[in-house]
T-cell receptor
Framework: EPEVTQTPSHQVTQMGQEVILRCVPISNHLYFYWYRQILGQKVEFLVSFYNNEISEKSEIFDDQFSVERPDGSNFTLKIRSTKLEDSAMYFC??????????????FGPGTRLTVL | AQKITQTQPGMFVQEKEAVTLDCTYDTSDPSYGLFWYKQPSSGEMIFLIYQGSYDQQNATEGRYSLNFQKARKSANLVISASQLGDSAMYFCAMREKGANSKLTFGKGITLSVRP
């Protein structure tokens, strides 16, 4: 069964460093999302992406964050200068486009980011 | 106001019994979808079940069913015949304002299944 993959599974970085989290969505999906989950808390939406542009972003997604689909398969989240509070699990999700019929967002296994 | 409210403390259930996990939601959008995800200790998010706001019947998916009470704005998850592997965190989520919009999650409920 096709699945969303994410690399790395765990990233440790120093405060102020740039990190790039990578995701490979399911191949025929057209909508892509990033969410984050601070340890022990709820999952929070960061950004959605469609047709090579951001379609929606949350207040969390400030200028430190950017997303990119550099080729036909990868979807990346970049944090330019990491802060301690960026430590969290980051989930990528993707979804098919079938008009307004229901279809779920498939989540990747997550990347645990630890900022020291 | 919270969009998704999950207020139960940690839940415990005996193996093979049924358990209900509560979720209430708040939206003014007439068209929305409600989801339940399971997050085991390994951390991944596993989709369980979906209910659309216009669906006439409650959703069912194997041992999972959704008790959808639209007027009360509740979408409780019922797990029948609990198994030890059901021990996990369970999140209720809502999608509103269009099929392609984000999911808004509740705080989650921890379920522990006792042998």
């Amino acid at each position: 069964e096709p699945e969303v993959t994410q690399t790395p599974s765990h990233q440790v970085t120093q405060m102020g460093q740039e990190v790039i989290l990578r995701c490979v969505p399911i191949s025929n999906h057209l909508y892509f999302y990033w969410y984050r989950q601070i340890l022990g808390q709820k999952v929070e939406f960061l950004v959605s992406f469609y047709n090579n542009e951001i379609s929606e972003k949350s207040e969390i997604f400030d200028d430190q964050f950017s997303v990119e689909r550099p080729d036909g398969s990868n979807f990346t989240l970049k944090i330019r200068s990491t802060k301690l509070e960026d430590s969290a699990m980051y989930f990528c999700a993707s979804r098919e486009d079938e008009g307004y019929s229901y279809n779920e967002q498939f989540f990747g296994p997550g990347t645990r980011l630890t900022v020291l | 106001a919270q969009k998704i409210t999950q207020t139960q403390p940690g839940m415990f259930v005996q193996e093979k019994e049924a358990v209900t996990l509560d979720c209430t939601y708040d939206t003014s959008d007439p068209s929305y979808g409600l989801f339940w995800y399971k997050q085991p200790s390994s951390g991944e998010m596993i989709f369980l079940i979906y209910q659309g706001s216009y669906d006439q019947q409650n959703a069912t998916e194997g041992r999972y069913s959704l008790n959808f009470q639209k007027a009360r704005k509740s979408a409780n998850l019922v797990i029948s015949a609990s198994q030890l592997g059901d021990s996990a965190m369970y999140f209720c989520a809502m999608r509103e304002k269009g099929a392609n919009s984000k999911l808004t999650f509740g705080k989650g409920i921890t379920l522990s299944v006792r042998p």
